[in-house]
């Protein structure tokens, strides 16, 4: 079991009338002109935070879009295409350098942020301890345009996905979505999920448990943008700096998720081949059902005992032929015409002793 840190209790600032005065001042007045000062300190502060992750979430859009772009002329074979791919390119490498930049400002207003005392205002109000990023509030989706979203999201990065999926190491892992910081989303979580049954009804174990990883890794960093009410895009780095620095009790959350989505993955394939084979049963049952619609083998197992033994009697006597082929090689039991019946066989056999 992890320890409890009570670190954190050494740096609370006592509250504004916890301290003696001079007689002479006017206390009341003096800790309000204190209180207000610290306020409006605290919402400097928050103010800065709030505008330098607006900065690097934008600078990340047009990073992403700059992306996009370099997708779409790379297929290009127009001249101009190949011309303005050079600018394109020019410009994602100059966004990568602010991205850089952003990064490192909002790192250095994190650890200032963690540096600073607890007080009255802070330990009362919920949300400070932690940067927040304005997000455009988004319209709630059918499920009809979820449905169209995420078939046009894996018509397009499809590729991408699976070869996220097949990572190992959390390096590659943190710089592949560095490269493709549009796979940071829903649908690539959901794709990775199906991806994974696949595998499992495939039998391909091993690398079901491969893909799973990776599936928990994103599911971890969509978690924690909700958390920070950021663009998952723009705190994935968050999640591999806690998940690299071997947090105990944050690696072994993970690990519990990842072993209980493997049990569920493995649950629902189960499912999925028990359904197939329920189909392929009914499928071969349709195949052999007789004129009538009935299934000779259920027919044959509901008879009575002594019922079977006649039927035994009648096929070894010759009365019944199963499946008899006339010389064109169809079955006879096709057309019911075409079926001997008890008299023609028993004229056969009275034809046979005369002869």
Known sequence: MSRIDYSVWDHIEVSDDEDDTHPNIDTPSLFRWRHQARVE??????????ELNKGLSECR??????????KEL????????????????????????????????VGDYQREEKKMPWNVDTLSKDGFSKSIVNVKPETEETEEEK????????????????HFGMLRRWDDSQKYLSDHPHLVC???????????????VEEKHALMEQVAHQTIVMQFILELAKSLKVD?????????????TADQQYQEAFNDELESFKERVRGRAKIRIEKAMKEYEEEERQKRLGPGGLDPVDVYESLPPEAKAHMKRCI???LWVPN??????????????????????????EEAKKE
């Open 41 to 50: 300190r605290m919402e400097e502060f928050q103010k800065k935070g709030e």
């Open 61 to 70: 859009r047009k990073l992403a879009d700059t992306q996009k772009k370099i």
């Open 74 to 105: 790379t297929i290009s074979t127009s001249e101009d295409a190949k011309a303005e791919l050079s600018k394109v390119q020019a410009e994602e490498k100059k966004l990568k350098k602010e991205e850089r930049d952003w990064e490192r400002k």
């Open 147 to 162: 449905e169209q979203k995420h078939k046009t999201f894996v018509e397009k990065y499809e590729k991408e996905i699976k």
């Open 186 to 200: 829903e649908e690539t979580a959901n794709y990775l999920v199906i991806m994974c049954i696949d595998l499992e």
């Open 232 to 244: 998952p895009r723009g705190c994935f780095r968050q999640f591999f700096a806690k998940i690299k």
């Open 316 to 318: 070894d006597s010759g």
């Open 324 to 349: 008899a082929k006339g010389d064109d090689g169809e079955e006879k039991g096709d057309e019911k015409d075409d079926e001997p019946t008890y008299e023609e066989i028993q004229h056969e056999k």
